[in-house]
Structures are given as C-alpha cells and as structure tokens.
C-alpha cells in the first residue's frame, strides 16, 4: 500500500529544492521527513527537474523552464494522490489536464514511486 504524503509543500521548501537541483543539474530532489506517529522517515516533499515526455500543465500558456518543472512536481504529486485513492478503492477524481501513467518517463516513474518509500530505524 502507497503511504500517504506529508502536508502540501511550503513555497520555502520548494525554492530550497529547486535551488539544490538546479546548482548541482540534478533530475529531482527530496526531502524527507520523520514521521512521528510511526517512528520512520517517510516522503516529505521533492522538486523533479528532468525530462518531461509530455507537457501537459493546467493552464495553456507559455511558462519558463523553472515553471514547467514546478508544475511537473505538482501534477506528479497530484498523480500519486489519485493512485493511491486508487488504491482504496475510492472513486479517483482528477482534473481532465491531470497525468496518467502512461505519461511519464522512466525518470518520473522513479520520482514518483519514491514517495511511497519510508525508512524505519536502523534499515538503510
């Protein structure tokens, strides 16, 4: 089963994010988190900055390369949230311009699996 995801991302999160990828030219970055309630370090946030094999955004206009990242973050978080629902068996609602599976890369495959990964202690 998909663990679920932390909070929404701080915008301050987020820049902190997109700053690390983009100085060093990585393809994502993540941040992850101590979970409390069960003692292991789950998701927190990331900031994917690879290749996108579609463009599909919200709003039909031109954005920067740095606008097109956030929002591939934004629709792959949103992807998840609806596989997981999925998942529990509950109707899935996404937005008709929302990512299916078949749009990714083997990069945002990754990237999105990483956020049903968690570390309990002493593992890894």
């Given at each position: 089963m998909f663990?679920?995801?932390?909070?929404?991302?701080?915008?301050?999160?987020?820049?902190?994010?997109?700053?690390?990828?983009?100085s060093v030219q990585w393809t994502y970055s993540l941040f992850w988190?101590?979970?409390?309630?069960?003692?292991i370090l789950v998701w927190g946030d990331g900031y994917y900055n690879g290749p996108i094999k579609t463009r599909k955004t919200v709003q039909?206009?031109?954005?920067?390369?740095?606008?097109?990242?956030?929002?591939?973050?934004?629709?792959?978080?949103?992807?998840?949230?609806?596989?997981?629902?999925?998942?529990?068996?509950?109707?899935?609602?996404?937005?008709?311009?929302?990512l299916s599976p078949e749009d990714l890369t083997e990069t945002e495959w990754f990237y999105l699996m990483c956020v049903s990964f968690s570390f309990p202690p002493g593992v890894g």
């Open positions: 663990a679920r995801m932390a909070t929404p991302p701080s915008s301050r999160l987020q820049t902190m994010l997109q700053a690390a990828v983009q988190q101590m979970c409390p309630q069960q003692g039909p206009m031109e954005v920067t390369t740095e606008e097109a990242s956030l929002q591939r973050s934004q629709q792959l978080r949103e992807l998840y949230d609806s596989l997981s629902i999925g998942e529990t068996n509950q109707p899935a609602r996404r937005p008709c311009a929302a």
